[in-house]
């Protein structure tokens, strides 16, 4: 038996714009789902879960902290449940943009390939989810899927991502509080 979570919004905005309930939808579509996955699922009968994940939890995009924080909370979710679940295999795909399809409009494909980030041909992209399936092993829980200056941007970027599950968290923490008060 195998799961594969491909759930996630977008709703892009500077963060002086960007409204705690849209907040809220975008991480909570991706994070929470993944969540009650690792609740719920029975691992002794899986053989994988599959969690599609994106290079902007990794290394960020303009407009997209809480997208960022919400797939970066799977990853780590990912690496829990790998450490968790000896007989399955735990994969987290941080795919970068798709051309011609997926959740990057061409306008998001440009600017990105500006920042030296190549878009994931479909044929390529299903190729190397086949490849990864047939000869990726336990253990190898995070991989990351498409052409771009990775290197570069990891440690800036995941402080910053960090720091927006925290604020998340602690929000939840306040408004429960409140609403305890009232």
Same mark, same amino acid.
């Given at each position: 038996d195998a799961v594969l979570h491909g759930a996630g919004i977008i709703e892009d905005?500077?963060?002086?714009?960007?409204?705690? &309930?849209?907040f809220e939808r975008v991480f909570d579509t991706k994070a929470d789902s993944t969540s009650i996955l690792s609740r719920k699922l029975r691992p002794e009968q899986?053989?994988?879960?599959l969690l599609f994940s994106s290079i902007s939890g990794r290394f960020g995009n303009n407009g997209q902290y809480d997208y960022a %924080? %919400?797939?970066?909370?799977v990853n780590r979710l990912a690496w829990q449940m790998d450490s968790q679940w000896?007989?399955?295999?735990? &994969? !987290?795909?941080?795919? +970068?943009?798709?051309?011609?399809?997926?959740? /990057?409009s061409e306008? *998001?494909?440009?600017? &990105?390939? !500006?920042? +030296?980030?190549t878009p994931i041909d479909p /044929? *390529?992209?299903r190729q190397f989810f086949v490849d990864e399936m047939t000869y990726g092993s336990k253990g190898e829980v995070?991989?990351? %899927? +498409?052409?771009?200056p990775w290197e570069h941007k990891a440690d800036q970027v995941l402080s910053s991502v960090f720091e927006a599950s925290f604020l998340l968290l602690h929000v939840r923490e306040l408004t429960k509080i409140a609403e305890r008060s009232r």
């Open positions: 905005s500077s963060i002086e714009k960007k409204s705690f &309930l849209s899986l053989k994988w879960i %924080a %919400a797939n970066e909370t000896p007989k399955t295999r735990v &994969l !987290a795909i941080n795919w +970068g943009p798709w051309s011609s399809s997926g959740m /990057a306008g *998001v494909q440009y600017l &990105l390939q !500006a920042q +030296g980030i /044929a *390529v992209g995070e991989i990351i %899927a +498409g052409k771009g």
